[in-house]
């Protein structure tokens, strides 16, 4: 059974990519408390000392709009902390996939595919990308998008907080001129299975099936739900985003290589979170 040393496991990514694929591989978990990866040191001598075949690296700081003003944490964690874990891996010839994300993209002209090229708006993005290029052509990277899973108490996903705020009744704004695609995070893991068990240095795109504006993504999910959806208003790109952190306007993300697992649409997704 392959070993994977895991980075962020205890995140909203990693501890479902554990509880799905833990009788496929044998996991070693790398939490914050054993090492903190912005501590160069601490993180080579942990590294040297656990035994693995591949390092899945998800931790990092993901809060999009804090990091605007959070800028030391976030380049420490997201960039110093990726070049402190990919030395490690590299001294001991070992692989690593490194997960980022569609917002490494600027949404200006879609679709974007594997060999699109990055133009980062966010301060967050930026720290996603320089950590890319850390990685460059000697690990995997991976990038996902809207990520979206079963209930998840310590952070909720995008459909979880519109979930929330309709069965409390709460108005919502949601933004018609712009595309998102989420990603059902079972199909993250799966897709992961395979790469793990074909690795090769390259990028891919593991992304959901379906393109479509955050309204009707708020649509869909009142609908699933049977929630009341003339709870959700719609708003553009440029009201909502006015004073948040700049995304991607048009996330139209997908793959020209996923040809291992199809990746369910958002309806479909949906569907079996109930
Ligand atoms: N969520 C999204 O919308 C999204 C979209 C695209 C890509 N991604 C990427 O996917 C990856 C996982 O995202 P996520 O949403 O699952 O993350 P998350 O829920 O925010 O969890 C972050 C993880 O990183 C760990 N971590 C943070 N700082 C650390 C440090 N200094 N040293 C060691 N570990 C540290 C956290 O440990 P503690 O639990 O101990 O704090 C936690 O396990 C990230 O690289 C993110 O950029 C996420």
Do not use: C, W
């Amino acid at each position: 059974m392959k070993k994977i040393a895991i980075t962020g496991s205890t995140g909203l990514i990693g501890s479902r990519i554990i509880e799905l694929l833990k009788n496929e591989f044998r996991f070693i978990e790398i939490l914050q408390s054993d090492i903190d990866i912005t501590n160069r040191d601490q993180t080579a001598a942990f590294i040297k000392k656990i035994e693995f075949d591949l390092l899945l690296h998800l931790a990092g700081y993901t809060d999009v709009d804090g990091a605007e003003n959070k800028r030391e944490i976030t380049q420490k964690i997201n960039v110093d902390g990726t070049k402190n874990v990919f030395d490690a891996v590299f001294k001991k010839n070992k692989q690593l996939i490194y997960i980022s994300t569609d917002f490494v993209f600027d949404g200006q002209k879609p679709p974007y595919f594997e060999d699109s090229v990055p133009h980062p708006l966010s301060f967050y993005a930026q720290t996603k990308y320089e950590g890319e290029k850390i990685v460059g052509q000697k690990a995997m990277i991976v990038r996902l998008s809207y990520p979206y899973r079963k209930s998840f108490t310590p952070k909720r996903d995008f459909v979880r907080n519109i979930k929330l705020a309709l069965e409390k009744q709460k108005p919502i704004q949601m933004v018609t001129d712009s595309l998102i695609t989420p990603t059902f995070i079972d199909d993250i893991a799966f897709g992961l299975k395979h790469l793990i068990n074909n690795y090769s240095p390259e990028i891919y795109h593991l992304v959901g099936g379906t393109n479509l504006s955050p309204y009707e993504a708020g649509r869909l999910i009142a609908k699933t739900f049977n929630l009341d959806d003339s709870l959700i208003r719609p708003t553009t790109y440029r009201e909502y985003y006015e004073n948040k952190a700049p995304r991607p306007q048009l996330s139209d993300i997908r793959s020209k290589k996923n040809h291992f697992l199809p990746m369910n649409g958002f309806q479909e997704g949906l569907k079996k979170l109930l």
